[in-house]
DNA sequence: ACTAAAACGCGTAGGCCATAAACAGTAACC
DNA sequence: GGTTACTGTTTATGGCCTACGCGTTTTAGT
C-alpha cells in the first residue's frame, strides 16, 4: 500500500527471462545475496572463510580442508561458518571461483594462435600453483564470476574469427579439457617423483616435500617404478609391442623437463584447432 | 649374532637388475605375493573385494564405496578386508586397473589413425559407463597389469610408425589425457542435465536418475543454469566479447547429441598428432 | 522510545568414516 | 606335538560433516 520503500518480493534488476529459481548456493556464489539486514553485522564473512580455506589447501592440500580446520584459521567455531557457506560443497566452489581471479590478461591482439596458447598455458600454470583444485569433486555447478571473465577472455582472443559462438564454445572446450589432463599428468608425475626421493632417501611417506632437495626431485625418474615393475613383472608375451618398443631403449631419455611436455600437448592441440578452421574456412589457406 | 634363522630381508625370486624396493602395493596388484602359507585357506579374496566395491560404485557412486559397506555386501566385518588390502588407497588403484580389464581389443591393422581413434573412444566410453572412476584420487601409484596391457595395445597401433618409443609414448599420453577431459565434462554436462530435470519436476536433491524420465534428461540443456545466471547478473561491460559473441545466438543450438562433442574432441587431438607425425616424418607427406 | 523480528555466533550431539591393537581359532610345517 | 603363520573378529580411537536449538545483538517499524 504505502508508496514509499514498497518491500517488493521481486527484486529482478533487469526482467529475467522465465525468472528460473537457482540455487542458493549459486546467488551467494554471485554476490546476489544481502537484501536486507536487521541482525548484528557480521564478523564473519564468506570471502574471509574462502581465503581461509584456499590458504589451508594451498598449504596442506584438500584433504586438511575441513571445516574445524577452517574455523580455527579464522578463530570461529565450526557452526558459525555455516552462517556464511550453506555447507561445504557450496565452500568448494567457492574456493575454486575465487582461484580464478588471479587468471592474467590475455592480450588479444597477438593472433588467435599466440593468444589461445597463452590462455591454455596460464590455466595449466594455474592448476600447477594449486594441485588441489584437480582434486575437487567434480560439480554440476555453474560457473561463477571470475571463471565466465576467463571464457570472456578467451572470446576475446576468438573475436577476429568468423565462427558461430557454439563453435568457438567447442574451441575452448577443447582446450579447457587439455589443461584438465595437462595439469593432472604433471602432478601426478612430481608426485611420482616426490614419493621416489621420500623413499631413496628412508624418508616417512609423510614427509613434506619442503623437506626434499628439490634438486633431487627434479632428477628423479617419474617412471622409475613403472619401469621396475615392467622389468619384474612383465614378459614379453603379454606385452609384446611395449616391449618391441622399448627394446632398442636402455639407459635413454633424460627426463625432459616438463615445459617440454606441455610445448607438446599444446602444439598438439592447437594443430588440431588450426586444422578445424582452415576446415571451416574461419582463416586463410596459407597454402605454400 | 645369532647364526640360526637369520632373518635375511632380501627375498627376491628372480635376480632383479637394481632390487629396488616396490610397494606392497604394487606387489599386489600384479599378483606377486602368497611365497608360502601355513594358517587357515582365506574365505575371502582381494578380487572379492574389489569386485565388491566395484559393485558399488557402479550402483552409488563412489561415495558409497566405505570399508562398512563393503563389508556388508561381502559378509563379512569391516576389519577383515584389511587382511586382503592394506589400506582404502589400495583398494581404489585396484578398482581402477581391475576397471581397465573390461577394455576392448582393438584391431591393429586398420592404420594408425582409425586404431588410435578407436582406443580413446573404447576410453572415453568406459570412463562415461564408470563416472566415478574420474573421481579417483590423483595418485601417483604405478598402473597394474590391465593398464599396462592398454598402453601395450596402444603401442600395437603405433608400431609401423617410425617413431622413437618416448615420443609414441607422449603421443598416447596426450591422447590419455584427452579422454580424462572429455569424459569429465561429458559426465559434468550430463550431471548438469539430470539436476536440472530434478529442480524442474520439484524432486529432491538426492533423487537418483533411475527414477527421472530419460528423455528429459536428454532434451534437458546443460547451459541452461548458465544462461540464466548470464542473463541476470552479467552485463556487457564485464564480459564485453561473451555479450558480442553470443547477441546473435537467441534461441539457437539444439543441444547437440554428445556423439558429436566427441567427435569434435578427437578429431582435433588427431589433426594435431597427424601434423606432429608428418613434421617428424613418419608418415608420407600426403600433399595433393 | 519501545518492541519485535531477524541475523549472528556457539554448544551439543549424532552418525558416519578409516583403521590401530589385541584376541581366538585354524592349518601347515618341523 | 609343538611351533608358527595366517585367518577373521572384537573393541576402541580420533576424525569428519552438520542438524538442531540456544542466547545475544542489532535494526526496522510503530
Same mark, same amino acid.
Given at each position: 500500500m504505502?508508496?514509499d520503500?514498497?518491500?517488493?518480493?521481486?527484486?529482478?534488476?533487469h526482467d529475467?527471462p522465465?525468472?528460473?529459481?537457482?540455487?542458493?548456493?549459486?546467488?551467494?556464489?554471485?554476490?546476489a545475496?544481502? %537484501?536486507?539486514?536487521r #541482525?548484528?553485522?557480521?564478523? &564473519?564473512? @564468506?570471502a574471509?572463510?574462502?581465503?581461509a /580455506?584456499i590458504d =589451508? !589447501?594451498?598449504?596442506?592440500?584438500l584433504?586438511?580442508?575441513s571445516?574445524?580446520?577452517?574455523?580455527?584459521?579464522?578463530?570461529?567455531?565450526?557452526?558459525?561458518?555455516?552462517?556464511?557457506?550453506?555447507?561445504k560443497?557450496?565452500?568448494?566452489?567457492?574456493?575454486?571461483?575465487?582461484?580464478?581471479?588471479?587468471?592474467p590478461?590475455? %592480450?588479444?591482439?597477438? #593472433?588467435?594462435?599466440?593468444g &589461445?596458447? @597463452?590462455?591454455?598455458r596460464?590455466?595449466? /600454470?594455474?592448476? =600447477? !600453483?594449486?594441485?588441489?583444485?584437480?582434486?575437487?569433486p567434480?560439480?554440476?555447478?555453474?560457473?561463477?564470476?571470475?571463471?565466465?571473465?576467463?571464457?570472456?577472455?578467451?572470446?576475446?582472443?576468438l573475436?577476429p574469427?568468423d565462427?558461430?559462438?557454439?563453435?568457438?564454445l567447442?574451441?575452448i572446450?577443447?582446450?579447457?579439457?587439455?589443461?584438465?589432463?595437462e595439469?593432472?599428468?604433471?602432478?601426478e608425475?612430481?608426485?611420482?617423483?616426490?614419493?621416489?626421493?621420500?623413499?631413496? !632417501?628412508?624418508?616417512?611417506?609423510?614427509?613434506?616435500e619442503?623437506?626434499?632437495?628439490?634438486?633431487a626431485?627434479?632428477?628423479?625418474?617419474?617412471?622409475?617404478d613403472?619401469?621396475?615393475?615392467?622389468?619384474?613383472?612383465?614378459?614379453?608375451?603379454?606385452y609384446?609391442?611395449?616391449?618391441?618398443?622399448?627394446?632398442?631403449?636402455?639407459?635413454?631419455?633424460?627426463?625432459?623437463?616438463?615445459?617440454?611436455?606441455?610445448?607438446f600437448?599444446?602444439?598438439?592441440?592447437?594443430?588440431?584447432?588450426?586444422?578445424y578452421?582452415r576446415?571451416r574456412?574461419?582463416i586463410?589457406?596459407?597454402?605454400?
Amino acid at each position: 500500500m504505502s508508496t514509499d520503500t514498497t518491500p517488493e518480493p521481486a527484486e529482478q534488476p533487469h526482467d529475467a527471462p522465465p525468472a528460473r529459481e537457482l540455487p542458493a548456493a549459486v546467488q551467494r556464489l554471485w554476490g546476489a545475496a544481502a %537484501p536486507r539486514r536487521r #541482525g548484528p553485522k557480521p564478523a &564473519l564473512s @564468506a570471502a574471509q572463510i574462502v581465503g581461509a /580455506a584456499i590458504d =589451508l !589447501a594451498d598449504a596442506e592440500g584438500l584433504a586438511a580442508v575441513s571445516m574445524a580446520r577452517i574455523a580455527e584459521a579464522v578463530g570461529y567455531t565450526p557452526m558459525a561458518l555455516y552462517r556464511h557457506v550453506s555447507g561445504k560443497e557450496e565452500l568448494l566452489v567457492m574456493m575454486s571461483d575465487a582461484v580464478a581471479a588471479d587468471l592474467p590478461d590475455i %592480450p588479444a591482439d597477438g #593472433g588467435w594462435r599466440a593468444g &589461445l596458447e @597463452a590462455w591454455t598455458r596460464a590455466q595449466i /600454470a594455474l592448476g =600447477l !600453483a594449486r594441485p588441489w583444485m584437480l582434486e575437487l569433486p567434480l560439480s554440476a555447478a555453474p560457473p561463477g564470476p571470475n571463471r565466465v571473465r576467463w571464457i570472456d577472455q578467451a572470446f576475446g582472443v576468438l573475436r577476429p574469427l568468423d565462427l558461430p559462438p557454439d563453435e568457438k564454445l567447442a574451441i575452448i572446450g577443447l582446450l579447457a579439457q587439455h589443461v584438465l589432463g595437462e595439469a593432472r599428468v604433471q602432478i601426478e608425475s612430481h608426485r611420482a617423483a616426490v614419493q621416489q626421493v621420500r623413499r631413496e !632417501a628412508g624418508l616417512p611417506d609423510g614427509t613434506p616435500e619442503s623437506e626434499l632437495d628439490p634438486a633431487a626431485v627434479e632428477a628423479a625418474n617419474p617412471y622409475a617404478d613403472f619401469e621396475t615393475v615392467l622389468s619384474r613383472y612383465a614378459d614379453a608375451t603379454t606385452y609384446p609391442n611395449l616391449f618391441e618398443a622399448f627394446a632398442t631403449w636402455p639407459e635413454t631419455a633424460p627426463p625432459t623437463p616438463p615445459d617440454d611436455d606441455i610445448a607438446f600437448g599444446i602444439t598438439a592441440v592447437l594443430d588440431g584447432v588450426e586444422a578445424y578452421l582452415r576446415r571451416r574456412g574461419a582463416i586463410p589457406d596459407e597454402g605454400s
